[in-house]
T-cell receptor, first 114, second 113 residues
Framework: KAGVTQTPRYLIKTRGQQVTLSCSPISGHRSVSWYQQTPGQGLQFLFEYFSETQRNKGNFPGRFSGRQFSNSRSEMNVSTLELGDSALYLC?????????????FGPGTRLTVL | AQTVTQSQPEMSVQEAETVTLSCTYDTSESNYYLFWYKQPPSRQMILVIRQEAYKQQNATENRFSVNFQKAAKSFSLKISDSQLGDTAMYFCAFTPGGSRLTFGEGTQLTVNP
């Protein structure tokens, strides 16, 4: 099976712009979670989507949003970018069939905000 | 709210030796799951080992083993016969169930030849 893929791998934007990141989960996985990784804050949970519905949400402002499509692919959007949004954004998928859900991570999208 | 703490920002070990990475956590949940993830320079997060809190036996995966002390809320990772490819950032992670993981700050492990 192919692993989790994320596009693009690298992105440079300027303050005030918006950005959309994409994540394709492992085939058959219905849950997609997003994490932000920064040197200062570490790894923080953004949100989880399952069957096109947001199931869980972290403590991020409303500028961060996401969605999931019927094929389980997910996108996250950040509007009105700030310098502090520069980070590695990781996507993880799981089958969500067991009481714990092993997360399989993608390679990440490195976002730089200038 | 759950918290995960890794008190060792950096560690180093000689090739073929053994090293232990520390992790403590705080939760009021009675059942939960603990993980160690490895993030090499490629940034790809890789699951190293997992432990279910209701299992008293410590998990083992080849050269990797854990020391799970539920009462002390401690979950350390032991790497035996360290290899150069073990050089990476290691994250301890917690979940009470479901997909949401809470991560520790990470420990940068360097294996020296």
């Amino acid at each position: 099976k192919a692993g989790v893929t994320q596009t693009p791998r690298y992105l440079i934007k300027t303050r005030g712009q918006q950005v959309t990141l994409s994540c394709s989960p492992i085939s058959g996985h219905r849950s997609v979670s997003w994490y932000q990784q920064t040197p200062g804050q570490g790894l923080q949970f953004l949100f989880e989507y399952f069957s096109e519905t947001q199931r869980n949400k972290g403590n991020f402002p409303g500028r961060f949003s996401g969605r999931q499509f019927s094929n389980s692919r997910s996108e996250m959007n950040v509007s009105t970018l700030e310098l502090g949004d520069s980070a590695l954004y990781l996507c993880a998928s799981s089958s969500a069939r067991s009481s714990y859900n092993e997360q399989f991570f993608g390679p990440g999208t490195r976002l730089t905000v200038l | 709210a759950q918290t995960v703490t890794q008190s060792q920002p950096e560690m180093s070990v000689q090739e073929a030796e053994t090293v232990t990475l520390s992790c403590t956590y705080d939760t009021s949940e009675s059942n939960y799951y603990l993980f160690w993830y490895k993030q090499p320079p490629s940034r790809q997060m890789i699951l190293v080992i997992r432990q279910e809190a209701y299992k008293q036996q410590n998990a083992t995966e080849n050269r990797f083993s854990v020391n799970f002390q539920k009462a002390a809320k401690s979950f350390s990772l032991k790497i035996s016969d360290s290899q150069l490819g073990d050089t990476a950032m290691y994250f301890c992670a917690f979940t009470p169930g479901g997909s949401r993981l809470t991560f520790g700050e990470g420990t940068q492990l360097t294996v020296n030849p």
